[in-house]
């Protein structure tokens, strides 16, 4: 069975920094892709980021790019996210994301929710000004 167990959100100030962690069972190596997704309150979820398999391949949204790093350990079955430079605007649940296919390594699939097929339970992500 499938599971996404995300962890590392919680509270910070503007500028600081969080480092999020995805746990996947059984393996994250099943997963050519995987990814990291967004939702705050009234707002769709969107994409923040993806990657396949092999970490050399990462996209992001453009509201993140510079400040926020995906990366993937797959002897540790586990996805990252580290965010530097956090904005209020960051404040949402983070979701991990995985999929069998490797549609992320197509530019208009990396960061589209309709492109992954595992999702963990979500951990929030809030920052105060």
């Known amino acids: 069975q499938v599971q996404l167990v995300e962890s590392g959100g919680g509270s910070v100030q503007a500028g600081g920094s969080l480092r999020l962690s995805c746990v996947a069972s059984?393996?994250?190596?099943?997963?050519?892709?995987m990814g990291w997704f967004r939702q705050a309150p009234g707002k769709e979820r969107e994409g923040v980021g993806s990657i396949f398999i092999g970490g050399d391949r990462a996209a992001y949204t453009d509201s993140v790019k510079g400040r926020f790093t995906i990366t993937r350990d797959d002897a540790e079955k586990t996805l990252y996210l580290q965010m530097n430079s956090l904005k209020p605007e960051d404040t949402a649940m983070y979701y991990c994301?995985?999929?069998?296919?490797?549609?992320?390594?197509?530019?208009?699939?990396?960061?589209?929710?309709?492109?992954?097929?595992?999702w963990g339970q979500g951990t929030q992500v809030t920052v105060s000004s």
């Open positions: 059984p393996s994250s190596a099943r997963f050519p892709c």
């Open positions: 994301a995985a999929d069998r296919s490797s549609r992320c390594v197509v530019p208009k699939y990396a960061m589209s929710t309709s492109s992954f097929e595992f």
